[in-house]
């Protein structure tokens, strides 16, 4: 599975997060993920694991569509640049594969 890098994400601390995206192959075409387990992470400056919870699902799976939802419960954090990264497993394949820049604004709305 090659590694993919996504565009930057931003969002505001504080409030549920939608990310969405499209899964490819190393060729450019969409990676179907229908019999694949994805897990999701989100990681701080210093490289440490952000506890969270986050929904992912599959929303064209053939055509590697997926959405990623986290509540507002899990989004209130100081504003700054973390890193998120997706695994793929499908069949005995497991690999990092989608990971990328999340942009956290503060929110004025909410202490952050």
Not at 23 to 39: E, M
Request: net charge neutral; with cysteine.
């Amino acid at each position: 599975m090659p590694l993919t890098y996504h565009r930057d994400v931003e969002v505001a601390a504080g409030v549920p997060w939608t990310i969405n995206g499209t899964l490819c192959d190393a060729a450019g075409a969409p990676f179907d993920v229908t019999n694949a387990q994805l897990a999701w992470v989100l990681l701080n400056a210093d490289s440490y694991v952000v506890p969270m919870t986050a929904s992912i699902t599959k929303t064209d799976p053939v055509n590697g569509a997926i959405s990623i939802e986290v509540a507002k419960t899990d989004t209130a954090l100081a504003p700054g640049r973390y890193t998120d990264a997706l695994q793929i497993r499908k069949g005995t394949g497991r690999g990092l594969y989608w990971i990328g820049n999340i942009c956290v604004a503060a929110n004025p709305r909410t202490p952050s």
